[in-house]
C-alpha cells in the first residue's frame, strides 16, 4: 500500500473468541472508514478466521499474540513511515497504550481496563492521550456491559446504522461436504478441563451415549496439539483427519465422529451445520453465537475463595452471549450430574 494514504489501524492479535466479541466494533469501523484502507492485525491464533471479516478495503496483517521486542520497534517505525490517521485498541495489550504518548496526531481509540486494588490498564496519565476510550471494569462488584456492547459504544457514530459485514456465506471444502451427517450435536472437547474434572473416556462415552438419544450423531472436535503419547480417542472412534484428508478406523461404523486438527473454515461451517452446540466456554461458544446456534455452554468453576467467585462472576458478565437458544450450566465432576443438568435443556 502506498505510504500516502490514509490509513485506519485496528489491533486486534488475541484469541478467537476474543475476535468474535470484537465483529460489531470492527464492522462499525469499516462502515465510518470506507474511503480510507484499513488494516487488521491478527494474532497466529485468530488469523484464520479473518473470513468472518468481509470487506474489500481491509488489509490484514499477522503479529503475534504476545508482541516480541522486534514486533514492537518495526510497528513503531511503520507508524512513522505511513500516514495513520486512527488506531483502534481492541486488544489491550500495554504496549498499545504508550504509541499515544509518541504518535499526538493520530486518534486513538481504546478499550481500558478496570481491576480489582485499583488496577488500571492503562494508566490513568496514559488514558489522557486517548481521544476516546471505555472501559471495561472487572473490579466491579455489579452486573456490568458485555465486552461486545462496551466496543460497539467505543466506535459507532451517533444515528449510525451498522451494517452487517460477517460473511455468513462460506464455501463448504469437499472433504467436510463428504464427512458431515445429518442432525448432530457439535462438542468440543478441551483436554486441560476434562482433566480437572476428572473426566475419563468412559465419563465421555457416557455422554456421547447421551447426545445420541436426542440426536443421529455426535461430531467432536479437541484442542490442537501434538500428543505423541498412545492416543485413545482415536482408536475408539471413527477419526476424521482434516489436516491429512483420511480417514482412521474406517470400518468402525460409529454415529461417534472425532473431527480432529480441524480450524478455519471447516470448523466454522462444522459449527454453523449442528443442530446444538455443547462445549466448554470459549472459542466454540463464541462462534457458535455469530449464527445464534442453539448451544449449551459449559461454564468451568473452580472456586476456592471469593475472589475466585467475584473473577468467575466478572468473567461471565463479560464474555456471556445473550440470544434465544444460549443456556449455560456448571459441569459437574460427576458426569451423571452434568449429565442431569444437560438433560434440562437438550
Same mark, same amino acid.
Given at each position: 500500500?502506498?505510504? &500516502?494514504?490514509?490509513?485506519?489501524?485496528?489491533?486486534?492479535?488475541?484469541?478467537?473468541? @476474543? #475476535?468474535?466479541?470484537?465483529?460489531?466494533? *470492527?464492522?462499525? *469501523?469499516?462502515?465510518?472508514?470506507?474511503?480510507?484502507?484499513?488494516?487488521?492485525?491478527?494474532?497466529?491464533?485468530?488469523?484464520?478466521?479473518?473470513?468472518?471479516?468481509?470487506?474489500?478495503?481491509? +488489509?490484514?496483517?499477522?503479529?503475534?499474540?504476545?508482541?516480541?521486542?522486534?514486533?514492537?520497534?518495526?510497528?513503531?517505525?511503520?507508524?512513522?513511515?505511513?500516514?495513520?490517521?486512527?488506531?483502534?485498541?481492541?486488544?489491550?495489550?500495554?504496549?498499545?497504550?504508550?504509541?499515544?504518548?509518541?504518535?499526538?496526531?493520530?486518534?486513538?481509540?481504546?478499550?481500558?481496563? &478496570?481491576?480489582?486494588?485499583?488496577?488500571?490498564?492503562?494508566?490513568?496519565?496514559?488514558?489522557?492521550? #486517548?481521544?476516546?476510550?471505555?472501559?471495561?471494569?472487572?473490579?466491579?462488584?455489579?452486573?456490568?456491559?458485555?465486552?461486545?456492547?462496551?466496543?460497539?459504544?467505543?466506535?459507532?457514530?451517533?444515528?449510525?446504522?451498522?451494517? &452487517?459485514?460477517?460473511?455468513?456465506?462460506?464455501?463448504?471444502?469437499?472433504?467436510?461436504? !463428504? +464427512? #458431515?451427517? +445429518?442432525?448432530?450435536?457439535?462438542?468440543?472437547?478441551?483436554?486441560?478441563?476434562?482433566?480437572?474434572?476428572?473426566?475419563?473416556?468412559?465419563?465421555?462415552?457416557?455422554?456421547?451415549?447421551?447426545?445420541?438419544?436426542?440426536?443421529?450423531?455426535?461430531?467432536?472436535?479437541?484442542?490442537?496439539?501434538?500428543?505423541?503419547?498412545?492416543?485413545?480417542?482415536?482408536?475408539?472412534?471413527?477419526?476424521?483427519?482434516? !489436516?491429512?484428508?483420511?480417514?482412521? &478406523?474406517? @470400518?468402525?461404523?460409529?454415529?461417534?465422529?472425532?473431527?480432529?486438527?480441524?480450524?478455519?473454515?471447516?470448523?466454522?461451517?462444522?459449527?454453523?451445520?449442528?443442530?446444538?452446540?455443547?462445549?466448554?466456554?470459549?472459542?466454540?461458544?463464541?462462534?457458535?453465537?455469530?449464527?445464534?446456534?442453539?448451544?449449551?455452554?459449559?461454564?468451568?468453576?473452580? *472456586?476456592?475463595?471469593?475472589?475466585?467467585?467475584?473473577?468467575?462472576?466478572?468473567?461471565?458478565?463479560?464474555?456471556?452471549?445473550?440470544?434465544?437458544?444460549?443456556?449455560?450450566?456448571?459441569?459437574?465432576?460427576?458426569?451423571?450430574?452434568? *449429565?442431569?443438568?444437560?438433560?434440562?435443556?437438550?
Amino acid at each position: 500500500m502506498n505510504s &500516502n494514504v490514509e490509513k485506519v489501524i485496528v489491533f486486534k492479535n488475541d484469541a478467537v473468541g @476474543d #475476535l468474535v466479541q470484537s465483529l460489531n466494533a *470492527i464492522n462499525n *469501523i469499516i462502515d465510518l472508514h470506507k474511503n480510507k484502507n484499513i488494516e487488521i492485525y491478527l494474532s497466529e491464533r485468530s488469523e484464520k478466521f479473518r473470513f468472518l471479516i468481509n470487506n474489500r478495503n481491509i +488489509n490484514y496483517k499477522k503479529i503475534n499474540y504476545d508482541l516480541s521486542l522486534i514486533e514492537k520497534i518495526k510497528l513503531i517505525f511503520y507508524l512513522i513511515q505511513n500516514k495513520i490517521t486512527e488506531i483502534y485498541i481492541l486488544t489491550p495489550k500495554n504496549f498499545y497504550f504508550f504509541l499515544p504518548l509518541l504518535f499526538r496526531n493520530i486518534k486513538f481509540y481504546a478499550l481500558c481496563i &478496570n481491576g480489582p486494588n485499583n488496577y488500571k490498564r492503562p494508566s490513568s496519565f496514559l488514558r489522557k492521550y #486517548l481521544f476516546k476510550y471505555v472501559i471495561n471494569d472487572r473490579g466491579a462488584i455489579y452486573k456490568r456491559d458485555h465486552t461486545t456492547k462496551l466496543q460497539e459504544d467505543l466506535t459507532k457514530v451517533k444515528n449510525n446504522k451498522s451494517n &452487517n459485514n460477517i460473511n455468513f456465506k462460506l464455501s463448504i471444502s469437499d472433504f467436510l461436504q !463428504k +464427512n #458431515l451427517p +445429518n442432525n448432530f450435536v457439535y462438542f468440543h472437547l478441551k483436554k486441560n478441563i476434562t482433566e480437572r474434572l476428572n473426566w475419563d473416556i468412559n465419563d465421555l462415552s457416557k455422554l456421547f451415549n447421551f447426545f445420541l438419544e436426542h440426536y443421529d450423531y455426535v461430531v467432536f472436535s479437541r484442542d490442537i496439539e501434538n500428543n505423541n503419547k498412545k492416543d485413545i480417542l482415536k482408536e475408539k472412534f471413527k477419526t476424521i483427519d482434516f !489436516k491429512n484428508r483420511k480417514i482412521i &478406523n474406517k @470400518d468402525l461404523n460409529s454415529k461417534i465422529l472425532l473431527f480432529d486438527n480441524i480450524k478455519g473454515e471447516d470448523l466454522y461451517n462444522t459449527i454453523s451445520s449442528s443442530s446444538k452446540v455443547i462445549a466448554f466456554h470459549g472459542m466454540m461458544t463464541n462462534l457458535a453465537s455469530i449464527r445464534k446456534k442453539e448451544t449449551i455452554d459449559m461454564w468451568f468453576c473452580d *472456586i476456592k475463595n471469593y475472589n475466585d467467585y467475584r473473577n468467575y462472576r466478572n468473567a461471565f458478565y463479560e464474555f456471556k452471549p445473550k440470544y434465544n437458544g444460549y443456556n449455560f450450566i456448571i459441569p459437574s465432576k460427576k458426569i451423571t450430574k452434568t *449429565i442431569k443438568k444437560l438433560s434440562n435443556f437438550i
